[in-house]
C-alpha cells in the first residue's frame, strides 16, 4: 500500500514570497504519478500540478514548480510570487500508473498568504 | 474543460432516513468515479470506487450496505446513505475519471448533516 505524508499541517507566507510544502511518499511501485491539489475554502478540489515518475523534468506550471527527487521518494511544491488567493488546503496525492487507479492523499498543509 | 456537478450541494436529513447523493460527468463520459469522504479539517478518504454496469469496489472498513453505491450509466453514479446516523455527517465528494489514467475530475461536494 502507498502512503504519503505532509508533515506541515500549517505554513504561512507573505505575498509576493516564496513558499515550499513538502511530501514524502511510500510506495514499491516504479511507475506512478504525483499530484498537487489545492482545496480553497469552497472546498473545490483543484489540481495545480502533476509529475510522472518516469520523468526526470521538474513540471511546473506558472507559480507553481515542484522538486520531485524519486530516489528519496520526495515532492516538494514551490510557490513563488505567492498572491492572496493561493490561501488553501494542499494535498500531495499518489496514483499508480494504470486504468482509472485511485489517488491515495496526504493529511494536507494549510497555507495561509498574508499580506 | 471536464464538468463535475453532484446534487445536492448541502442536504440535512433526520437520524433513521435515507438520502441519495448524486455525482454527474456533464461533458464526458465516465467508466469509473470515485467516492471520497472528508471530515472537517481532514483529507479525503476514499470510500469506494464505481464502475459502470458493475459492482462497487469499497474500501476496508466501509460498510457497504450502509453506503449503497450505483453507477448504472456513463455520466452519473450515486450514493446512498442508508439509516444516516449523526457520525455520518460529513462532506462527500466524488470524482470522476477522464480518458488519461492519470486525469481525474472532482465535484464541488455535498455536506451532508444528520440531525
Known amino acids: 500500500a502507498q502512503t504519503v505524508t505532509q508533515s506541515q499541517p500549517e505554513m504561512s507566507v507573505q505575498e509576493a514570497e516564496t513558499v515550499t510544502l513538502s511530501c514524502t511518499y511510500d510506495?514499491?511501485?516504479?511507475?506512478?504519478?504525483l499530484f498537487w491539489y489545492k482545496q480553497p475554502p469552497s472546498r473545490q478540489m483543484i489540481l495545480v500540478i502533476r509529475q510522472e515518475a518516469y520523468k526526470q523534468q521538474n513540471a511546473t506550471e506558472n507559480r507553481f514548480s515542484v522538486n520531485f527527487q524519486k530516489a528519496a521518494k520526495s515532492f516538494s511544491l514551490k510557490i513563488s510570487d505567492s498572491q492572496l488567493g493561493d490561501t488553501a488546503m494542499y494535498f500531495c496525492?499518489?496514483?499508480?500508473?494504470?486504468?482509472?487507479?485511485?489517488?491515495?492523499f496526504g493529511t494536507g498543509t494549510r497555507l495561509q498568504v498574508t499580506l | 474543460g471536464a464538468v463535475v456537478s453532484q446534487h445536492p450541494s448541502w442536504v440535512i436529513c433526520k437520524s433513521g432516513t435515507s438520502v441519495k447523493i448524486e455525482c454527474r460527468s456533464l461533458d464526458f463520459q465516465a467508466t469509473t468515479m470515485f467516492w471520497y469522504r472528508q471530515f472537517p479539517k481532514q483529507s479525503l478518504m476514499l470510500m469506494a470506487t464505481?464502475?459502470?454496469?458493475?459492482?462497487?469496489?469499497?474500501e476496508q472498513g466501509v460498510e457497504k450496505d450502509k453506503f449503497l453505491i450505483n453507477h448504472a450509466s456513463l455520466t452519473l453514479s450515486t450514493l446512498t446513505v442508508t439509516s444516516a446516523h449523526p457520525e455520518d455527517s460529513s462532506f462527500y465528494i466524488c470524482?470522476?475519471?477522464?480518458?488519461?489514467?492519470?486525469?481525474?475530475?472532482f465535484g464541488p461536494g455535498t455536506r451532508l448533516t444528520v440531525t
Open positions: 510506495t514499491s511501485e516504479n511507475n506512478y504519478y
Open positions: 464505481s464502475n459502470e454496469g458493475s459492482k462497487a469496489t469499497y
Open positions: 470524482s470522476a475519471a477522464g480518458t488519461r489514467a492519470y486525469e481525474q475530475y
Open positions: 496525492a499518489f496514483m499508480k500508473t494504470g486504468t482509472a487507479s485511485k489517488l491515495t
